[in-house]
Nanobody
Framework: QVQLVESGGGLVQTGGSLGLSCAAS????????IGWFRQAPGKEREFVSA????????VYADSVKGRFTISRDNAENTVYLQMNDLKSEDTAVYYC?????????????????WGQGTQVTVSS
């Protein structure tokens, strides 16, 4: 089992940058694939990015490709999401999630553990 806590959200202007962190506690952090999802008001939760257990494999939603970068530090039990060139449509609550195994999945149903979320608001 793993517990996840997101941090780093806030208010930023269009075109700005923000870095999110997902700190994990529990055992065997490096055995989990970690994903980032987001949910805007009135919309379904959507996949943003995921990183494999060693950090060498990553996948991104088309909407964030080239602007967001996911990474992980297994020694620190932390996954990061660097968000650049932010747009108003990036406004949402951002969640990190963990799933055992090696496959990077983009479905929220595939993830077993979730953080409480952190709000990101992009203003024009």
């Amino acid at each position: 089992q793993v517990q996840l806590v997101e941090s780093g959200g806030g208010l930023v202007q269009t075109g700005g940058s923000l870095g999110l962190s997902c700190a994990a506690s529990g055992r065997a952090f490096s055995s989990y694939v970690i994903g980032w999802f987001r949910q805007a008001p009135g919309k379904e939760r959507e996949f943003v990015s995921a990183v494999g257990r060693t950090g060498t494999s990553t996948v991104y939603a088309d909407s964030v490709k080239g602007r967001f970068t996911i990474s992980r530090d297994n020694a620190e039990n932390t996954v990061y999401l660097q968000m650049n060139d932010l747009k108003s449509e990036d406004t949402a609550v951002y969640y990190c999630a963990a799933r055992a195994g090696i496959i990077l999945r983009d479905s929220h149903a595939a993830y077993d553990y979730w953080g409480q979320g952190t709000q990101v608001t992009v203003s024009s």
